[in-house]
């Protein structure tokens, strides 16, 4: 059986660089039905395709694998390709994180993969901005950025994290990502089956009553 990596579920030394054999380098649950990798390879494509994909965001500018394309056509994933420079240099644009946001946040594009390079950095960046919106505290965002980056922890990303205001994104109206599913406590309804027994006990038992009555 697969398994799933969930960010309710990582630790700092469980994360480190993991590798999981067929799976892309990286790859996370965010919350159910939005993930987050490294840049898919070819190996990893039949791990993928069980997600059942609606959307790929793929946030670097470089020449796609010449499968890469060919694999989202067949499997009927939309290709959203929306450009971050490296963060080692410069600052987000605020514009761009709020068009990956949009993307992410839009349930219509569920399930959705984000990915960079490496699966740190950027997309570290991008996670760590819906956390804000779900109004994760800073010390947990900023465990769960590191727990990626490691060991290339990047001092400008903790900065941008530190410092980005949800009020810039604040006319988006993104609803937060809702981490866990809800469950309902729903008593199932009885079966007609069931019914008809009830009644047909009922019944005799009234009967049974009358007679008893009449006798006397």
Same mark, same amino acid.
């Given at each position: ?66 499968t ?6 067949t ?23 709020? @068009? *990956? ?5 839009d ?10 390079? +490496?699966? %740190?950095? /950027? ?11 779900q ?25 941008y ?6 009020? @810039? *994104? ?11 599913l809800?469950?309902?406590?729903? +008593?199932? %309804?009885? /079966? ?25």
């Open positions: 059986m697969t398994s799933l990596r969930t960010e309710s579920s990582w630790s700092k030394d469980s994360v480190e660089d993991k590798a999981v054999p067929g799976q892309p380098i990286n790859f996370g649950t965010v919350v159910p039905g939005v993930y987050r990798s490294s840049y898919p390879q070819e190996a990893d494509y039949p791990f993928i395709e069980k997600l059942g994909l609606r959307t790929i965001i793929t946030l670097v500018d470089k020449e796609f694998p010449e890469f394309l060919p694999f989202m056509k499997n009927n994933i939309k290709h959203c390709h929306i450009t971050m420079e490296g963060t080692k240099k410069q600052t987000i644009p605020v514009q761009t994180m709020s @068009a *990956i946001l949009e993307v992410i946040h349930k219509r594009n569920h399930p959705v993969l984000i990915h960079c390079n +490496q699966g %740190r950095h /950027r997309t570290g960046c991008v996670v760590a901005i819906t956390r804000k919106l109004e994760w505290n800073a010390e947990r965002i900023l465990d769960e950025y590191k727990s990626y980056a490691h060991p290339k922890i990047r001092d400008g990303d903790v900065e994290i530190n410092g980005f205001q949800v009020t @810039a *994104i604040q006319h988006l109206g993104l609803v937060p990502l809702v981490e866990n809800p469950v309902q406590n729903v +008593q199932p %309804r009885p /079966r007609p089956a069931r019914l008809y027994a009830v009644a047909a006990l009922i019944i005799m038992v009234f009967v049974s009553v009358k007679e008893v009555m009449s006798g006397a």
